[in-house]
């Protein structure tokens, strides 16, 4: 024994009195590969990708897909049945699916409740390997229908589709699980490993996790379910309604690719009854949303309100909306401006939530950007999806709808607005609302102030000589500070913007369109009332997820009560 103790006197192997025993944290082995973002596709007519969607999306066209609700292993349908439409052609039914009631939500919570502790001992390289997998499957066999899902149900054009519902879900699935591999590497200090061995071990937190997502990003989806699980967690997915299949399709790639019954739950349901459940349940581990500041507003609250019952201090993640801008000042190129505003506004009609839709000019250059902008409008077309010569399509819904034409009207009815372009809005066959640029002379008109979530942008036209106080409405005209842009060639006045508007956005650029962060390059995520800021895509976002334990191994006797200066 003590030959054999004299040998394996390393770090696995440490002294206590006579015996000689080992460390009981296992270490934890990954591959060290290096990561990088996915390819996006170009779609030229004939390539083998455009094939391979054009398939998709047939097939996808030819049927109205049956999605369950989808608890531990088993499949449920309730009575109460709901059905996605195509946003650009509302009579064409694409998934019929079914809300699950408080008893099945409470069933789901114990499943995963029970789930989670299973899971969590799967180790860690194990689960990674589960995440590559899927990524490559959805990188490869799912890619096109994920595409055509994205396209059809959430009504974005093939390359606004490729962005989102294949690139980006693919980089968070390895991005953050890169970012977990890194965070693991971290190990406290151990200042003699014979005597003492510290170390940290990365749990998921015992209970449940509610992943509550919004339409507009397939990608979005992913994320909030399938990280927190990486992490050791398990969780409810609540989908929107509005990307029902994009999301079932995520769901049905990930069974396929190794996570086990139970560690996502995939439970479509009524917005209300979800949060009411949940914030109700002692188990509830953590939320993580994303969507409008009154929905977080209220679960947040519910969370508070129900504080005393639960077992952990939930976790609250919330992303939420934004009034983002542009800002212009004279030196700006005017190209740039143009171009990135015209994107920014109207790609996805808007309902991104970095779109840009108020925007500062200077009076020195209004009549130029007026003219691009209008010009630069006019020649956009917007329609079917899935006619590659498309921008843009309609908007998600008949209460984005609704919504959206309230401010077109506000904006006709009030003497402070004018319409330079667009404004017309047809729901007879799709949710369409033509892209409208508006000129305010009132920069703090409610349509400069609040989050419209459709293709209107609003500019306000200032004096050059008011720079000062233009700069300063930025940050003092809204509650949100999710993203904007500055545009300008004099470098004096970019340092200066930078710090004079550093609390105005989580996402800043400079002489670029406020949107299009790619995950692993401009982590996302806004301060003030536009959430959280736990920036999804970059590398802290696994760790809140995370219930780390520190343990401290000791392989010396203790010998004495005493202190040695006491004798
Ligand atoms: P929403 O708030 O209406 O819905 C979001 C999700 O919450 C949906 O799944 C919905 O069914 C659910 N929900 C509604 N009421 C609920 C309740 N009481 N309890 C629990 N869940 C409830 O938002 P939306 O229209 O789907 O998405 C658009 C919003 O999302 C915009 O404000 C946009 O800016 C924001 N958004 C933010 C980010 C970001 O990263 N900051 C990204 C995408 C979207």
Not at 10 to 34: H, L, M, W, Y
């Amino acid at each position: 024994m003590l030959s054999l103790c004299k040998q394996n006197l390393s770090s696995s192997f440490q002294r206590i009195g006579a015996r000689c025993i080992a460390s009981v944290v296992p270490e934890i082995k990954v591959n060290d590969t290096g990561v990088s973002n996915e390819p996006i596709l170009q779609y030229l007519k004939g390539s083998k990708e455009r094939t391979e969607l054009e398939t998709a999306l047939k097939d996808s066209y030819a049927q109205t897909e049956d999605v369950p609700i989808v608890i531990g292993d088993k499949e449920y349908q309730t009575k109460d049945v709901r059905y996605q439409v195509m946003p650009h052609d509302h009579k064409k039914k694409l998934a019929k699916f079914y809300y699950a009631d408080k008893n099945l939500l409470q069933k789901a919570i114990e499943t995963a409740s029970t789930a989670q502790k299973k899971w969590d001992s799967v180790p860690i390289p194990e689960r990674l390997k589960i995440w590559e997998k899927a990524a490559n499957m959805m990188a490869n066999e799912y890619r096109a229908k994920l595409n055509a899902a994205t396209i059809l149900g959430q009504g974005k054009t093939i390359i606004q589709a490729e962005i989102d519902a294949a690139a980006e879900l693919i980089d968070f699935f390895r991005l953050n699980a890169y970012f977990l591999k890194e965070a693991i590497k971290y190990q406290p200090i151990s200042e003699n490993p014979m005597v003492t061995k510290n170390s940290m071990r990365y749990r998921g937190i015992d209970g449940f996790i509610a992943a509550v997502s919004p339409f507009n990003f397939t990608a979005i989806g992913g994320n909030l379910a399938y990280t927190p699980a990486l992490m050791g967690n398990a969780v409810l997915w609540k989908p929107s309604d509005t990307a029902l299949l994009s999301n079932w399709l995520i769901f049905k790639i990930c069974r396929e690719a190794g996570v086990p019954p139970g560690v996502v739950n995939f439970v479509p349901a009524d917005g209300p009854v979800f949060g009411d459940t949940i914030t109700a349940s002692p188990h509830l581990a953590g939320i993580n949303f994303t969507g409008s500041v009154p929905t977080f507003t209220r679960l947040w609250r519910q969370v508070g309100e129900n504080i005393s019952i639960y077992k952990n201090f939930p976790r609250l993640i919330g992303e939420c909306g934004g009034k983002n801008y542009h800002f212009v000042h004279p030196s700006a190129d005017i190209q740039t401006v143009i171009n990135g505003t015209i994107r920014s506004a109207f790609e996805y009609c808007g309902q991104k939530c970095s779109a840009c839709s108020r925007m500062y000019v200077p009076e020195s250059l209004w009549p130029k950007i007026k003219e691009g902008l209008i010009t630069k409008r006019n020649q956009l077309k917007v329609g079917d999806p899935t006619d590659a010569t498309n921008f843009t399509s309609a908007v998600i819904d008949d209460k984005a709808f609704k919504r959206i034409k309230g401010y077109i009207e506000h904006a006709k009815n009030s003497s402070d607005l004018q319409i330079l372009a667009g404004g017309k809005c047809d729901d007879s066959v799709g949710y369409f609302v033509e892209p409208t640029i508006v000129e305010t002379k009132n920069p703090k008109d409610k349509i400069m102030v609040e989050e419209i979530f459709g293709p209107v942008l609003t500019i306000y036209v200032y004096k050059d000589d008011k720079l000062k106080d233009t700069l300063d409405m930025v940050g003092s005209t809204t509650s949100f500070a999710l993203t904007g842009a500055i545009f300008a060639q004099d470098e004096a006045f970019l340092r200066r913007a930078v710090e004079e508007l550093k609390m105005t956005a989580g996402n800043f650029y400079v002489n670029d369109k406020s949107t299009g962060s790619v995950v692993g390059q401009q982590p996302f995520g806004g301060a003030r009332l536009s959430g959280t800021n736990d920036k999804a895509g970059g590398p802290h976002y696994i760790l809140r997820w995370g219930n780390p334990q520190s343990i401290k191994e000791t392989f010396v006797p203790l010998t004495d009560v005493e202190y040695p200066y006491m004798k």
